[in-house]
């Protein structure tokens, strides 16, 4: 019984140690995913690391405290993890319940693609970063060509909505599609590119892939778009 005793407390192994071999032990053999233990096996191996330490070097009282708090500690943390996963869960559920209500409604975007529908104008946004004498707006089709370029006049700094009336120099309609919206304007002299954002309606909503992401289908968009990036909701 003493040679038992002393080999248990001359072991050097720690409470956190034990735990971990006594882990490996409730494995079942041919697996490899992991087990955890439950308050009740942490709580017996400390009563037998108490009944068998060597009564000439027992185990001191900041190093009980401090296994105690090492179980405190790690006991938690599995709590607070499962406590975001669920709390996660319910934040994209309540998103997604939110973003279904902009299905059908315009939205505006970062990106100077924007889809002009049949025989209506098509808006974007520009933002300045400061204030502008004269901008100008040109419009290009998928393709890149050039079909409309018209001047707005003096802005000032910040978000400017712009309206292309969906024609071309010769004043005629231009068909349904992706057009390209691109605003510059002379800065401190020197001709600048403006940030143009546009605006796109909403087909349907999807829930990400586990990453708490809720994305947006567009009318005219071949990827979804964060419900994060969108910078405005048109009207209902």
């Not at 002393?6 to 956190?16: A, E, I, K, R, T």
């Amino acid at each position: 019984m003493a040679g038992s005793i002393n080999n248990v407390g001359q072991s050097g192994l720690s409470y956190v140690d034990q735990l971990k071999a006594l882990q490996e032990q409730k494995k079942p053999e041919g697996t490899t995913g992991k087990q955890d233990l439950k308050q009740e096996d942490f709580l017996s191996l400390l009563t037998k690391q108490l009944a068998q330490q060597d009564p000439f070097k027992p185990v001191g009282n900041d190093q009980m405290i401090a296994q105690m708090a090492s179980f405190a500690t790690v006991d938690g943390i599995g709590k607070m993890n499962n406590q975001f996963d669920t709390l996660n869960a319910s934040m994209t559920s309540n998103q997604a319940l939110q973003a279904s209500t902009l299905v059908g409604r315009d939205v505006l975007v970062p990106g100077a693609a924007g889809l002009k529908q049949d025989g209506k104008s098509m808006a974007a946004m520009v933002k300045l970063p400061q204030n502008v004498d004269n901008m100008f707006v040109r419009v290009e089709n998928e393709m890149g060509q050039l079909v409309r370029t018209f001047e707005v006049g003096a802005k000032p700094a910040g978000d400017n909505r712009v309206v292309w009336d969906g024609k071309d120099e010769n004043g005629n309609p231009l068909p349904a599609g992706k057009y390209n919206v691109k605003a510059s304007g002379l800065l401190d002299g020197e001709s600048k590119e403006f940030e143009v954002s546009t605006y796109a309606n909403v087909n349907s909503v999807l829930l990400g892939k586990g990453d708490g992401n809720v994305l947006l289908n567009l009318a005219g968009f071949e990827s979804p778009v964060r419900l994060a990036e969108v910078l405005e909701v048109g009207k209902a």
